[in-house]
């Protein structure tokens, strides 16, 4: 994937264009405007219906294990914590050329492998969300000068892939995906855990999916749509 702006000669503006070469099925289906609905999911649907179709899935994150393992992009980290349990990697999002900070975006991938997603998270991860949340920021502050004050830092649910990752993105920027239905800040999560464990295992999640989702058609089936 490579992010280009292009400044037209003579006017002050610029074009940015998003290119996805080879681009899949499911790359073309991602970019087209498609109908979207609203899920509110229970635990009970994550037990019944998400969970078993994520299970279903090879859902491939190779990927994510080549970064953590540092058998590609090794010279794009800007930040490791190597603590097997509360360590992660920061790296900036391809979506980001790095040529200015109003479309700042970096991925801080966990260096666990069992934690899918938000759904997964308890009390007992708080040390390593505590470290992704301060030492980030710190990082990002170090590396790219721009303060925690005007970080977007968050979690997707559903996430784009199921290994737990967390976004920093320019608070002035209109990232994908950082809508209100979708975006859980990581700080709210962090507080979520510390006053109920089990607080991501009890509450409803609202996410939206586009219909020709597969998730979706399995709400569909199951009549929760």
């Known amino acids: 994937m490579l992010t280009a702006h292009r400044h037209c000669p003579g006017s002050p503006t610029s074009i940015k264009a998003t290119v996805v070469y080879p681009a899949t099925e499911k790359h073309i289906q991602k970019y087209l405007r498609q109908e979207v609905h609203l ?3 229970t635990w009970e649907d994550y037990k019944d219906i998400t969970l078993p179709f994520i299970q279903s899935q090879s859902f491939s994150i190779q990927w994510v294990y ?11 980290i800007v930040h490791e914590n190597p603590d097997p349990s509360n360590g992660f990697v920061l790296v ?17 991938l966990v260096h666990r492998r069992d934690i899918k997603s938000l759904r997964d998270l308890t009390a007992e991860h708080l040390p390593l969300l ?51 239905e979708r975006a859980h800040l990581l700080a709210d999560v962090i507080d ?30 199951a009549g929760k749509v």
Do not use: C
């Not at 080549?66 to 794009?76: G, M, P, T, V």
């Open 92 to 108: 900036p999002d391809l979506k980001w050329n790095q040529n200015q900070l109003d479309d700042l975006y970096l991925i801080a």
């Open 39 to 41: 899920i509110r999911e």
């Open 66 to 76: 080549n970064i953590l393992e540092k058998k590609a992009e090794a010279d794009r």
């Open 192 to 221: 979520n855990l510390a006053m109920d464990s089990t607080y991501y295992q009890k509450r409803a999640l609202t996410f939206p999916l586009r219909a020709d989702e597969p998730l979706f058609k399995k709400f569909q089936e």
């Open 130 to 180: 505590r470290n992704v949340l301060q030492e980030g920021k710190e990082a990002i502050g170090k590396r790219f000068g721009v303060p925690g004050s005007q970080l977007r830092i968050y979690l997707h649910y559903q996430p784009s892939y199921y290994h737990l990752h967390v976004h920093f993105t320019a608070l002035g920027y209109d990232a994908p995906g950082s809508s209100v």
